[in-house]
């Protein structure tokens, strides 16, 4: 999650502080064990759960929980913690203005990310190694410590795309659920350099993304979803200026690539009751990310 995305949820937060009472909605319930479980409302309904809000004038806190899960979100003047507790491991996001810092635990690994806005950490452990990321200014430096390399790269690439899914579903449960008055329209949150999700169309199923700076090769870059649908460019260069749409659904069936087209599946990506679209590059990191 970009530093930005802090900034604009702490200026959400300020204005949510300003007001003495916020009723709370049980409706909430479902969107979070929908996310949680993996269950319809129907059988959400079955499964007793908990909410608890605790709303004063310096913090905002929030707790949804089930037999199968729980999810916290605490937020003060100067920083947000997001956690998330399942069975079988646990996650646990702080966010402030100077750093980002999301770290996944399980049983079998665990793995920490950390980013400012010139460095960003990624240590990965497993019982056969341990193996640290740094990059730094364009430059990147790798230590590994450990037995069986291969598996611990295989295992920590792994742990890297889990901890993402659950960073994702943290954030669903926060945009639908958590953070009251949050409208969802459409909205950039995250993009403040020159590539940037300037668009979606549900219905006809394209997203559109804009260069605003020097031509750049997209090779390797990503776009995905929240059912984690991931579209990963080729050899493709988006020119200083231009726009480029990637269609999917049923306009995949007449789509034909040039340099402002790509086609992207046969399948419907976007949801028509709202979604967010996820900019990684090759690296990983989120560039931007665009709800509606």
């Not at 007001?19 to 479980?37: C, E, F, H, Q, W």
């Not at 759960?49 to 037999?67: G, L, N, P, V, W």
């Not at 804009?210 to 750049?216: A, V």
């Not at 087209?261 to 990310?289: E, F, M």
């Amino acid at each position: 999650m970009a530093i930005t995305t802090l900034l604009l949820i702490g200026t959400i937060i300020a204005g949510i502080l300003a007001v003495p009472y916020i009723a709370s909605n049980l409706s909430d319930l479902k969107p979070t064990g929908r996310m949680l479980l993996n269950l319809n409302d129907t059988d959400i309904d079955k499964i007793p759960t908990k909410s608890q809000k605790i709303f004063t004038s310096d913090k905002f806190e929030r707790t949804y929980e089930t037999a199968f899960g729980k999810v916290n979100f605490r937020v003060s003047s100067d920083k947000i913690i997001q956690e998330l507790y399942k069975p079988d491991r646990t996650v646990i996001c702080t966010e402030t203005p100077q750093e980002v810092e999301c770290k996944l635990i399980t049983k079998e690994y665990s793995i920490d990310i950390s980013q400012t806005s010139s460095k960003i950490i990624e240590k990965c452990t497993t019982p056969d190694g341990t193996l640290e990321k740094t990059k730094e200014n364009g430059e990147i430096e790798e230590t590994f410590t450990g037995l069986n390399s291969d598996t611990v790269l295989s295992t920590c690439s792994n742990a890297k795309s889990e901890l993402q899914r659950e960073m994702d579903i943290m954030m669903q449960i926060r945009e639908e659920t958590i953070i009251p008055g949050f409208e969802n329209n459409k909205t950039n949150t995250t993009g403040s350099g020159s590539i940037k999700i300037t668009d979606i169309d549900e219905k006809e199923e394209w997203i559109e993304i804009e260069n605003d700076g020097e031509s750049i090769d997209l090779e390797g870059w990503r776009i995905s979803d929240l059912g984690n649908h991931i579209y990963e460019f080729g050899q493709f260069t988006l020119n200083s200026g231009a726009k480029v749409k990637i269609y999917s659904g049923d306009a995949y069936m007449s789509c034909s690539e040039d340099n402002e087209t790509l086609c992207w599946t046969g399948s419907k990506i976007w949801n028509d009751s709202g979604d967010t679209a996820t900019l990684k590059d090759p690296d990983g990191i989120v560039i931007d990310t665009y709800s509606y």
